[in-house]
Every structure is written in structure tokens, then in C-alpha cells.
């Protein structure tokens, strides 16, 4: 099993940075994919990132492109979105997932492929 724990949400002007976390448990998670999504009100689950294993492969949708960072420490089980340029339509509750196959360095940005989740942060963007 593992178990994932977001952290680092909160509200920031836009232009503003912010880091979220995820800390993960389960001797299987630094050998899966781990990918954040996002939902704001009224609307589905978005992906946003996601990172390999080994961390040696990112991707990310293009409206974050340029301002997201993904990564990871695996010594530590954790895996990081640094958002920079923060912009009001950024606001969401963001999830991280861990993907359900082992090993793999394909993605995928559907949620059904990931079958571990965290329970949210709140990232709000406002002045």
C-alpha cells in the first residue's frame, strides 16, 4: 500500500510562488510515477505534472508549463510541484497520485491510472 499526505497549499497573490509536497509511505512508491492533479470549483479532476520514478521524465499540460516544476527526493519519499507566477485560475485543491503500475516510464494523465491519492491542498490566487 501506499499512503500519500499533500502539504504547502495555501493563498498567495498572483505572480506569487508557493511549493507543495507530497510525502509518501509504502516500499513501493519511490518505484511509481507520481502525478498532481487539480480540481477547482464546479469542474472536474485536471492533470497538471507528472514525474517518473527516477524522476528522470516530466511532463506537464501547457497552461503550466514555464511556471511548474516537478521533482523528487526518494531518499526522502517525497515528490515537489514548485508553482511559480501564480495566477488566479491556478486556485484549486490540489491532489497528488501515485501511478498503480511499478517501474513504468510511461505516463499517463488520466486519473484512473492512479490508484493512490492523497487528500488536498488548498492553493488559492488572489489579491
Known amino acids: 500500500q501506499v499512503q500519500l499526505v499533500e502539504s504547502g497549499g495555501g493563498l498567495v497573490q498572483p505572480g506569487g510562488s508557493l511549493r507543495l509536497s507530497c510525502a509518501g509511505s509504502?516500499?513501493?512508491?519511490?518505484?511509481?510515477?507520481v502525478a498532481w492533479f487539480r480540481q477547482a470549483p464546479g469542474k472536474g479532476r485536471e492533470f497538471v505534472s507528472v514525474?517518473?520514478?527516477?524522476?528522470?521524465?516530466?511532463y506537464y499540460i501547457d497552461s503550466v508549463k514555464d511556471r511548474f516544476a516537478i521533482s523528487r527526493d526518494n531518499a526522502k519519499y517525497t515528490v515537489f510541484l514548485q508553482m511559480n507566477s501564480l495566477k488566479p485560475e491556478d486556485t484549486a485543491i490540489y491532489y497528488c497520485?501515485?501511478?498503480?503500475?511499478?517501474?513504468?516510464?510511461?505516463?499517463?494523465?488520466?486519473?484512473?491510472?492512479?490508484?493512490?491519492w492523497g487528500q488536498g491542498t488548498q492553493v488559492t490566487v488572489s489579491s
Open positions: 497520485a501515485a501511478d498503480n503500475r511499478l517501474g513504468t516510464q510511461e505516463f499517463d494523465v488520466t486519473p484512473a491510472s492512479y490508484g493512490y
Open positions: 509504502g516500499d513501493t512508491f519511490s518505484t511509481r510515477a
Open positions: 514525474i517518473s520514478w527516477s524522476g528522470g521524465r516530466t
